[in-house]
C-alpha cells in the first residue's frame, strides 16, 4: 500500500495546487458588478413611486465626482407627478429586458427604467441665468411625432413651411404658449431605435396643478424644473431613474443606485 500512497500524494498534491490557481484566478479575474448607469454619469435624478400604479412619488436629485465616489444628495426630495396610471418598464439606459408590465402608446403610464437625458425645449429664447445645457426654442414648424405609423415616430421634426403644413401637422405640432410646456426636457425613452407603439414624447414638464397628472411625462411646479435646468451640465452626463419602490429596493446593489 505504501507505493501506491506515495505515487497517490503527488498527484493529490498536484490536482489541490491546480485547484487553488483555478479558485484564485476566478477571484482575481471576475468581473466587476457592472453598474447600470453608464460611468460618466456626474448628475442622476431619481423618482421612486410607492408601486407600479401610482401616479406620483418623490424626486430627488444626486451628484459624484466619478464613478467610484458616492452618491450626495442635492436639495431636497420634491414630490412629482407620473402618468395617471402609474408606471411601466421603458427603453432606455436599463430596464428594458426586465420582465413585467411594458410601457406602450397610449396607456398614460410613465417609462421605468434608467434614461439619459435630451435637450431643453422651451418657448424662450434663452436659458435661465445660470443654466448651460442644450436647449431647442419651439417654433410654429416644430412637431413630436406621437403616431406610431409616421416613419419619424418619436422623434423631434422641423417642417419648411409652417403656413402650408404636411397633413399629418397639426396633430404633431409641438404646443405653444402652453404654461405646462413652456419648459420641457427631454427624457430619453424608446429612441435608439424608436419601435413603433413603445411609447413617445417622454418629458419633465411643468404640472398642470398638483393632482392633474401627466399622460407620461415626470411634472412639477415650474420652480422646480427651473431648478433642475439650471444644476444640469452635458460634461457631468446626466440620467434619470425612475422605479417603484419594491423594485427599487430589489436593484439597487446591481444598479448601483444611491441608496434609499
Known sequence: MLPHTCQLEPILSMRTHH?????LAALFFAPA????IP????QLIVSIADTWDSSSGQLQRFERTS????W??????????FGKNGLGWGLGVAGQNETGRRKIEGDNRAPAGIF???KIYTDETALPRGADYPFHTVTPADAWIENPEHPQYNRHVRIADPANPPAWFKKEQMRQNDPAHRWKIEILHNTNPPIPGAGSAIFFHIWRGPNRHSA???TM????ILEIIRWLRTDADPHYVLLPAAEYTALEKSWQLPPR
Open 72 to 81: 450626495q444628495p442635492v436639495g431636497a426630495p420634491i414630490r412629482v407627478l
Open 116 to 118: 439619459a437625458l435630451g
Open 33 to 36: 458588478l457592472q453598474a447600470a
Open 221 to 224: 411646479p415650474q420652480d422646480q
Open 67 to 70: 464613478a467610484r465616489a458616492a
Open 216 to 218: 407620461g411625462c415626470t
Open 39 to 42: 460611468a460618466d454619469c456626474r
Open 19 to 23: 485547484s487553488l490557481i483555478a479558485l
